[in-house]
């Protein structure tokens, strides 16, 4: 069976996935036992036929997409928040809360090959979040508790560490740029954001948008915009304002804001359809059964529905002409046609959340 | 058996292809039977199961990666030029110089859908080139004999087509950006190229560039260099000089030319690493032998390299950490990490040329 048009839909409530065909748009199977899949997320090997589930528990689960079943399952900690896979596939890290830390596994075997604990400057272990892969065989990660950015390079095998100290407080998650040369984590504990361009370490870290998060309430984590989700359409970035009905609009030249889109709710995810002509927005609850689209070039929203409660997630057709949307409260994925905008079908799926294509294999820093 | 990291080599002297494995780099197999492959070209289904094969005597071969065998081949015209695969995978398009026009196939069965004779305003048939598909179902192409640019839309199933005139003398090949916004015809007839916005067919082509090409002789069209090849790094696309050891950096917020770049001999390809970092460049003979790396901050040559005679084509893994380039009159392939530019490993291969790897089922304008 080929695998380039494969998909895996985690069921957060059951602990299950769902392995789903692009073309045929159907479920192909459904996998169970991978434990608590709330705010699970997934890496794909880069041969596209294993999924690595990251889940909540710290399981770390590698489906075989082909023999639809568990190939290798470890639980690595007590509390993990996600992972990422190396630039040559030969290897997957897991970001950690409890204990705080990255483990390193081999992505064959699943065999732990470095264990970095996050021990601060200040001498305390850290939770660590807005882990990523980027070019050069490295992995990027943020300490919560310590302020710190560090970059792991795996080029020779062996982990060489370079830490970036007093980021900003509290980096809560990150994100990398399409092309893996900028990483950038929000601030949980002050304004603005911590900027580091991976291609001159030597620069260090710097502050962009002194005002992202201003004047607002601090709020629980959970409910801060998902950073993973920045859509770059040419040279700008669109950006989940914080506690606001706001897409916000940044020069990623300049690092300055220069526009802000209002919008129906508070954004969470914020995506571009891959030909960056559009930007697609869900909300946080109250305001989670709707769907917006943002044109690029007016910077207006030209559409807007109600696919039904609870919109969690959305992941385009590598090519952009779909994109699936789960719908939590109501057990379905729904899928749209991106030019004209109609439901083509929906999927059941209990309480789906995140949606993964395996196209997701082939891009630096997914 | 996954397909995500596998590959198609084209062996233009025997009619053969090779089926790689990008993670093992080897071969796992090798077809015969195609038919003449010089100047050949490949797009992938969106399973990344089948490579459609554009052979130069008007073969269109559809190859089964899995079952490793010829699944289905027509003789579609006398001599083509190359192909696209529409944007939800279900259509195959051929360009074809005798008879001229475009042929669109279904891309399961390759059975005709669509027949599309490039009559043009001047009442004549033409040769079609720089066919390519782009996003909302659209198919671009070129007509050589009579200066037109016509957009294929199949988004209701009938083909709606748009032409351009007068777009200038003798178009000879086309590219599009990667977001599938900007095509740029490259002209044989005279300097400058002709661009078209697709996100706003009614501004109609423009003319960009009116240097390129200056000055110098009218080559033959099969020393011309490739446009696909182009490649962008940020705001900037670095594009082959015609007829000169030059690459040239060009603005693509202003479609100016900004700067250019001496190097070794004539560009054919000029080809970005997938993190846009770098570009690889190879020449036209007799300066054929020579890869060079441009650095795109510094714009300086950073590496040079003879990985031997008549250096055809090139192809970086989807995450950009090594690149494979054919080695035509040594009957080999070449692979060379893109960091420390050291050779790993060379495979033999008969007469090779180019060069295809499966995660371009996921790419618009692949």
Redesign the interface.
């Known amino acids: 069976?080929?695998?380039?048009?494969l998909g895996v839909i985690i069921e957060r409530a059951t602990g299950t996935v769902q392995i789903v065909n692009?073309?045929t748009e159907t479920t192909l199977a459904k996998i169970d036992q991978l434990g608590d899949l709330s705010h699970a997320s997934i890496v794909?090997?880069?041969?596209?036929?294993y999924a690595y589930v990251f889940g909540r528990d710290g399981g770390l689960t590698k489906v075989d997409?082909?023999k639809q079943e568990i190939s290798n399952r470890v639980i690595q900690s007590g509390n993990s928040i996600g992972g990422a896979i190396s630039?040559?596939?030969r290897y997957v890290a897991v970001s950690n809360y409890k204990p705080g830390g990255v483990k390193i596994f081999n992505s064959e075997t699943l065999e732990l090959v470095v264990d970095l604990p996050a021990l601060g400057r200040d001498g305390q272990t850290s939770k660590t979040v807005g882990l990523v892969d980027a070019?050069?065989?490295k992995f990027v990660f943020s300490l919560f508790d310590s302020a710190e950015i560090w970059v792991v390079d795996l080029?020779s095998g062996q982990p060489k560490v370079t830490k970036f100290y007093d980021v900003g407080s509290k980096p809560y998650d990150a994100l990398i740029s399409p092309?893996?040369?900028y990483y950038i984590a929000g601030l949980y504990g002050e304004d603005g954001m911590a900027l580091l361009d991976l291609?001159y370490l030597d620069k260090g870290v710097k502050r962009i948008l002194p005002d992202y998060g201003k004047g607002e309430q601090r709020l629980p984590v959970y409910k801060m915009p998902h950073l993973e989700g920045w859509a770059v359409?040419?040279?700008r970035a669109f950006v989940p304002a914080v506690g606001r009905h706001e897409v916000l609009v940044v020069d990623m030249?300049t690092w300055k804001q220069v526009g802000s889109i209002p919008v129906y709710g508070q954004p969470i995810f914020v995506m571009a359809r891959?030909?960056?002509?559009h930007v697609w927005v869900n909300f946080a609850f109250p305001k989670n059964n709707t769907l917006q689209v943002i044109d690029t070039?007016t910077l207006q929203v030209i559409h807007e529905k109600q696919p039904g409660k609870a919109v969690l997630h959305m992941e385009f057709n590598?090519?952009?002409?779909k994109v699936w949307a789960s719908v939590r409260d109501e057990n379905k994925v729904c899928i749209y046609d991106t030019?004209t905008f109609e439901q083509q079908k929906c999927l059941p799926a209990d309480s789906p959340s995140g949606i993964f294509f395996?196209?997701r294999?082939?891009?630096?820093g997914l």
């Open positions: 069976m080929p695998t380039g048009d692009t073309t794909y090997s880069r041969d596209e036929r997409l082909l630039q040559d596939g070019p050069g065989q080029a092309n893996g040369r291609w359409a040419g040279n030249n891959p030909d960056g002509r070039e590598p090519r952009g002409e030019s395996t196209n294999a082939h891009v630096i």
